[in-house]
């Protein structure tokens, strides 16, 4: 069967993604294809320059599901090596691309390919005509932030956005909310001391993915049964106390368990304040009371 493909790294399968993947579903239908969505993963930079690789948004299952949720009949992933990527740019169409009986190819405006990213859309075009695939070029989507600027989706931009803690804006970008998953380990017990029990995420298996920024996020923890609570979610060192080590931890709002050694994954809907000292313990727990009914207040919302 041919396919309509559509080759990327796909980071988040932001909207901009998604709206290559409805396009190519048009073109599919049209043609009775199947929309083939090819992602590198990890990312071709761990390769070319593994210094540079970005921060991951989501895992390869994750990338899976988000682009057949968003169209693809199959995803391919591909795996980068230093011979693929230092291909010319119609080998890399003659031998790879070719391969996969493509009716058409449909990329965004900036896409590039071929060794030291030689080839771009005009080139792709006329290999295309060569071969005998049409070449379908999508305008980026553009997304108006909460500060009214309007830009160009991309990975990078939500990168940016998440670190600075402007996870609501990240949102507006991916479409969906953003979320780190991992397995709730043993902290300090200190919030439990506080009368604010918390979960601790296990930090190792995050490390290449992307942090908020150091705050309390508004946002809900989905555990492995697939209950959703409201949780409010400290990211950072905890600065009113003298142990400065880096968590992400949560509070999750009307419930009493234990969780250690489960999975939890935590969402980001809301920044609602820095991480600050307070001179007090009694003081910080009057603020944590209004965190609380900040989440729960902004969580009802969304």
């Not at 579903?25 to 929309?35: E, G, I, L, P, T």
């Not at 931009?157 to 804006?169: E, H, P, S």
């Not at 489960?262 to 003081?283: A, H, M, N, Y």
Request: a neutral charge; proline letters at 6%.
């Amino acid at each position: 069967m041919p396919n309509v493909l559509t080759i990327g790294v796909f980071d988040g399968v932001h909207l901009g993604h998604q709206s290559l993947l409805r396009h190519a579903r048009v073109v599919a239908s049209k043609n009775r294809a199947q929309v083939l969505a090819i992602a590198f993963d990890p990312h071709p930079d761990s390769v070319l320059q593994p210094q540079r690789q970005p921060p991951r948004l989501i895992d390869r299952q994750q990338k899976e599901r988000y682009l057949l949720a968003a169209g693809a009949d199959q995803v391919l992933i591909l795996e980068p090596t230093q011979r693929l990527l230092d291909q010319q740019p119609r080998v890399f169409v003659e031998s790879f691309l070719m391969q996969y009986e493509p009716l058409a190819v449909v990329e965004g405006q900036d896409f590039r390919f071929g060794h030291q990213r030689a080839g771009d859309m005009a080139l792709l075009e006329q290999l295309g005509e060569q071969f005998g695939f049409q070449t379908i070029t999508v305008r980026k989507q553009q997304v108006v932030l909460s500060d009214v600027t309007q830009m160009p989706v991309s990975s990078t931009l939500t990168r940016w956005l998440i670190a600075q803690g402007r996870v609501a804006d990240a949102e507006r970008c991916l479409g969906r909310p953003f979320s780190l998953h991992s397995t709730v380990v043993t902290g300090d017990r200190r919030g439990r001391q506080l009368g604010f029990p918390t979960i601790n995420l296990d930090l190792e298996p995050l490390a290449v993915y992307i942090r908020p920024a150091p705050g309390v996020y508004a946002g809900s923890a989905t555990l492995a049964d697939d209950t959703t609570l409201a949780a409010c979610i400290s990211v950072g060192n905890k600065p009113t106390f003298t142990d400065r080590r880096f968590t992400i931890e949560a509070f999750l709002l009307d419930f009493d368990g234990d969780l250690y050694g489960q999975s939890v994954t935590l969402t980001f809907r809301r920044w609602l304040r820095d991480q600050l000292p307070f001179p007090s313990v009694e003081l910080l727990i009057e603020q944590m009371h209004r965190d609380v009914a900040a989440t729960r207040e902004r969580t009802s919302l969304v």
